[in-house]
């Protein structure tokens, strides 16, 4: 019993909780937390997710906004878009936002950060062709 004690020791539980993010992390692709446009290239596609109106601000609707190309830089109209809003650190808890079409490529919707500090907005993407995920690190401010 203490070697199986001493097996799931707490640093053993951590380093398996790291390994199962890295394993998730392959699923996802990620940006550096910089409040900035982020632009990832999946497969056929370029998608481009970003904050228009700068900082999010935690408990108040912020604009998202999402851009799909396809590879030859044609906008790809009809995709459905879900986003989850979370922080990665933290257990406080997530909220979602659907975003719709408003212009051929372009996505729109609003997502409330529950917290000030580093957050992500993890977006799935579904072309009809194609299941896609991301993940865009931003921060919020109170």
């Known amino acids: 019993m203490r070697k199986l004690r001493r097996l799931f020791s707490f640093p053993v539980l951590v380093i398996l909780f790291v390994a199962g993010l890295s394993l998730l992390g392959k699923s996802f692709t990620s940006a550096k937390a910089n409040d900035k446009p982020a632009v990832f290239y999946k497969d056929d596609y370029r998608i481009e997710v970003a904050l228009p109106e700068g900082p999010a601000k935690a408990l108040a609707e ?3 906004t999402l851009t799909l190309k396809d590879r030859e830089g044609s906008p790809v109209s009809g995709a459905k878009i879900g ?5 990665p650190d933290m257990f406080c808890g997530t909220s979602s936002a659907v975003l719709e079409e408003t212009s051929p490529g372009v996505y729109r919707g609003s997502g409330v950060p529950l917290m000030a500090g ?3 907005a ?3 993407i579904d072309t009809g062709k194609q299941a896609i995920a991301v993940r865009y690190l931003f921060t919020a401010v109170h």
């Open 118 to 120: 580093a957050s992500s």
């Open 83 to 87: 986003m989850l809003l979370s922080m």
């Open 122 to 124: 993890d977006v799935s």
């Open 62 to 64: 912020n604009p998202f």
